[in-house]
């Protein structure tokens, strides 16, 4: 579309991203400080009545039960994304993610009530996770569906920049939380940051509640006339596997590199000899400088498309994750700390920017919301998940000590992996979002989406 109308002007789409950067924030300062809340302090007043070792690993098993819950959630506000609009499904998400973080706060813990205190933990848990699922897709789809073709990537890494700002906000919370004395941090101290999240939950729901729906899934529902029928993950497998499977596959990669360099190395540094804090200084430097790169690098893309963008990122990451281990493992902080936040913040920043718009490129409007969200959070959840236990492992099969080679290798495989599926993708960085209708010319027929949704019924 070369006119804008009253809501894709500048204006209004600056107003659509400031909603997706704060929702987008708030959820991840929500998920992400349970993870340290579960490491510092949840083994002491939910699981008191077991060993600190066994506490510790009960707190962080409910840790991995919000990932679990996310897929899902992707799925059933994907469904409902794509069927009825994206608006309501990114209000529904942003309080019930606020309202649980805030009940998290005021849990009363296992020596009030016994073992009815974690078993509300991991149920509110369940709830968080299943809310993080639909929201960041539902943010990308609304800043990219509302501005222009020419700067939809600037205006979608609004969306992008709301994880490493909600990351950076729980982290500071929990340094503050972990400051005070014993007695004040495990009474009171902890739940604090929690119930911070009624707040930011009123001050995303101010700028969520003034934008309207997107205008891509408007124009679509004109004109079909009508809602489409049957289950949009079904017409997506059915419609555009190849497309599916290869855009899990392209952020499979770049993750498994923040799982290592983000995740474990904040347990294998200290190993070596650095200490814990200047691990968590090298990580919380780089996500720092991934909030900054991120418009950057999506204003790039712009300019000379997505994927070069990301398959750069993803090859970097092959191409230095030998150099890198080799410099951490000299035996130098300071090189530690440098060329770990260098790596987040200029590498992986660089194909976490982009893959959003990319994602909202490569799918018809019927079945968008569904398709971000899953490749999104299933991507996340092996990629992330998964790799700093297959670090661990490799590590541990090596002999343990500075024998990472292994693992550089993995990175290295799984990077080359990434970069053909990422490679194997259209580039329609040029393209209007509500022309992606139907699957793509490579299909082996000319099926359209809608009748790929038709045969999902039969």
Not at 165 to 172: F, H, I, K, M, R
Not at 177 to 187: I, K, R, T
Not at 434 to 445: F, H, L, Q, W
Request: proline content about 5%; hydrophobic content about 50%; aromatic content about 10%.
């Amino acid at each position: 579309m070369s006119t804008l109308g009253p809501d894709r002007s500048p204006s209004y789409v600056r107003r659509v991203a400031l909603s997706s950067y704060l929702g987008t924030t708030i959820e991840y300062y929500d998920f992400l400080l349970y993870g340290t809340a579960a490491a510092l302090v949840f083994n002491r007043v939910f699981f008191s009545n077991l060993s600190p070792v066994v506490g510790t690993l009960v707190a962080l098993a409910t840790l991995a039960a919000g990932y679990a819950a996310r897929f899902v959630g992707a799925i059933v506000f994907g469904h409902f994304g794509d069927r009825f609009g994206r608006k309501n499904v990114m209000v529904a998400t942003m309080v019930t993610m606020g309202i649980t973080s805030g009940a998290i706060g005021l849990l009363p813990t296992y020596d009030r009530i016994g073992a009815a205190a974690p078993l509300l933990l991991v149920m509110l848990r369940l709830v968080q996770g299943f809310a993080v699922g639909g929201e960041y897709g539902g943010a990308v789809l609304m800043v990219s569906e509302h501005a222009s073709t020419e700067k939809r990537g600037l205006a979608s890494s609004s969306a992008a920049m709301g994880a490493p700002t909600g990351s950076v906000l729980a982290t500071g919370a929990m340094l503050w939380v972990a400051s005070l004395p014993e007695d004040q941090m495990l009474s009171w101290g902890w739940r604090v940051p929690f119930l911070c999240s009624f707040g930011l939950l009123a001050l995303g729901m101010y700028f969520r509640a003034r934008i309207s729906e997107s205008p891509v899934f408007e124009d679509n529902r004109s004109a079909t006339k009508a809602p489409a029928q049957g289950t949009p993950i079904l017409a997506l497998t059915r419609s555009e596997p190849a497309t599916l499977l290869k855009s899990i596959l392209f952020q499979i990669g770049p993750y498994c590199g923040m799982g290592v360099f983000a995740i474990f190395f904040l347990s294998y540094t200290p190993t070596i000899g650095h200490s814990r804090s200047a691990a968590l200084t090298a990580v919380l430097l780089g996500t720092l400088s991934s909030i900054v790169m991120t418009p950057v690098y999506a204003a790039l893309s712009d300019k000379i498309g997505r994927r070069p963008v990301i398959i750069a990122g993803i090859t970097a990451t092959a191409v230095l994750a030998f150099p890198i281990f080799h410099l951490v493992n000299t035996g130098s902080t300071a090189t530690m700390v440098i060329t770990v936040s260098l790596y987040i913040g200029f590498v992986m920043t660089s194909v976490n920017g982009v893959a959003p718009v990319m994602l909202t490129e490569l799918f018809p409007t019927e079945v968008r919301y569904t398709a971000v969200s899953t490749s999104y959070q299933l991507a996340q959840t092996i990629g992330s998940g998964f790799s700093p236990l297959i670090a661990t492992t490799l590590l541990a099969a090596a002999g343990g000590g500075t024998n990472t080679w292994p693992i550089a290798l993995f990175l290295v495989v799984i990077s080359v992996a990434s970069a053909w599926a990422a490679l194997s993708l259209p580039e329609r960085s040029g393209r209007d979002l509500d022309a992606v209708r139907a699957p793509r010319p490579a299909a082996t027929s000319n099926r359209t989406v809608a009748t790929a949704v038709d045969h999902s019924r039969g």
